[in-house]
C-alpha cells in the first residue's frame, strides 16, 4: 500500500499527528456544537498510520486510478477523517471552523463532495458493498491499489455486512482490508448490552477472511498488522482494531455519551489540557 516516494513518520511523529487529530475534533465538534469525537477518537491511531505510512494517495492527484481507497463506513465519525485529509493539504485547514454549517464543506458524515472522501456514508452498512465495487472495479481494469473499509463494531449488526462479507470471499478480493473499530460502543450503549458481537474475528474467519486481532492504540503493532495484511494473497483481510471510545481523554473513555456529542466548555478546558493543550472559551470565540 505504501507510496515508495513517501517519507515515511516515525512512531512519535504519528503519536504526535494522532494527539492532533484529537485536538482538531474537539475543536471542531465544540464549535458546531455536535458531531462524533468519541469514534472519532478511538480510530485515531490506525487512520494516521494508514494515511502518513500506508496508503498510496495524493492530494494532488485525488483521483489516481491506481490509488488506494478509503471508505470510512461509519460515516458519524468524520471529524477524525477530515482533521487527517485538512492535514495532508486536500482542502483548507480553515474549513474546520464550519463543520456541519449549512453551505459549509464538511458535513456531518463523510460526503463525496469533499476532496479526499470516496463515498458518502452515515447510513451505516454500506462501505463493504461498495468497497467490493471498487476492487472488482480495479482487478477488472488492471489497475494497482487496495480497497480499505473501516466499519463500526455496532454497524456489524447490519445484516448487509455479512453479505458483502460473503462476497468479498467469494471473490476472492484480496485487495479489500476490513478494519473493524471495535470500540464496543454505540449510540444506544454498549454493543454487548444492544446486541452482543461475539468473537468478530472468529465471524469474519467464518466468512473466509485472512483476520487478525490488533491493540488498537498501539502504533507498532497497528503498522505490524497492516504489513501482515498486504502480505496475504488470495482472501480479503479482517483487522479487528481493539480500541476504546474517547481514548486520550479520560473522563471520555468508555462512556457512550459521547458517541454524539460535543464537549461544554468546562468538558473542554479539560479535555485540551489532558492532550496538552492550552484552552480557553475566549480563544475559541
Not at 494508514?50 to 489516481?64: A, E, F, G, T, W
Not at 456489524?156 to 478480493?173: D, F, Y
Request: net charge neutral; hydrophobic share 40%; aromatic share 8%.
Amino acid at each position: 500500500m505504501a507510496d515508495p516516494a513517501r517519507k515515511l513518520l516515525t512512531i512519535p511523529e504519528l503519536q504526535e499527528k494522532a494527539r492532533l487529530l484529537r485536538v482538531e475534533t474537539l475543536k471542531m465538534t465544540f464549535g458546531a456544537g455536535s458531531g462524533h469525537p468519541g469514534g472519532s477518537f478511538s480510530m485515531a491511531e490506525f487512520l494516521v498510520a494508514l494515511y502518513h505510512n500506508r496508503m498510496n494517495i495524493s492530494p494532488q492527484n485525488p483521483r489516481d486510478p491506481d490509488r488506494d481507497i478509503f471508505i470510512l463506513s461509519k460515516g458519524h465519525c468524520a471529524p477524525g477523517l477530515y482533521a487527517i485529509l485538512g492535514d495532508l493539504g486536500f482542502f483548507p485547514k480553515s474549513e474546520f471552523g464550519k463543520l456541519r454549517r449549512f453551505g459549509s464543506l464538511l458535513q456531518g458524515h463523510a460526503d463525496r463532495k469533499i476532496p479526499g472522501i470516496e463515498m458518502s456514508t452515515g447510513s451505516l452498512g454500506m462501505g463493504l458493498g461498495y468497497g467490493n465495487g471498487c476492487a472488482l472495479a480495479k482487478r477488472i481494469d488492471g489497475r494497482a491499489g487496495r480497497v480499505i473499509v473501516v466499519l463500526g463494531d455496532g454497524e456489524l449488526q447490519e445484516g448487509n455486512i455479512w453479505e458483502s462479507a460473503l462476497t468479498s470471499s467469494h471473490r476472492k478480493l484480496d485487495n479489500v482490508t476490513v478494519i473493524v473499530d471495535a470500540n464496543k460502543i454505540q449510540i444506544d450503549g454498549w454493543t454487548k448490552d444492544v446486541k452482543d458481537l461475539g468473537d468478530i474475528a472468529a465471524k469474519f474467519k467464518a466468512f473466509g477472511f485472512w483476520t487478525k486481532n490488533v491493540p488498537g492504540h498501539d502504533m507498532k503493532a497497528i503498522l505490524e498488522a497492516f504489513d501482515e495484511a498486504d502480505a496475504v494473497k488470495g482472501q480479503p483481510q479482517c483487522l479487528v482494531m481493539d480500541t476504546q471510545k474517547g481514548h486520550g481523554v479520560s473522563f471520555m473513555v468508555g462512556k457512550p455519551e459521547f458517541h454524539g456529542r460535543a464537549l461544554t466548555k468546562d468538558e473542554m478546558v479539560k479535555a485540551m489540557a489532558e492532550l496538552g493543550e492550552k484552552w480557553t472559551p475566549e480563544v475559541a470565540a
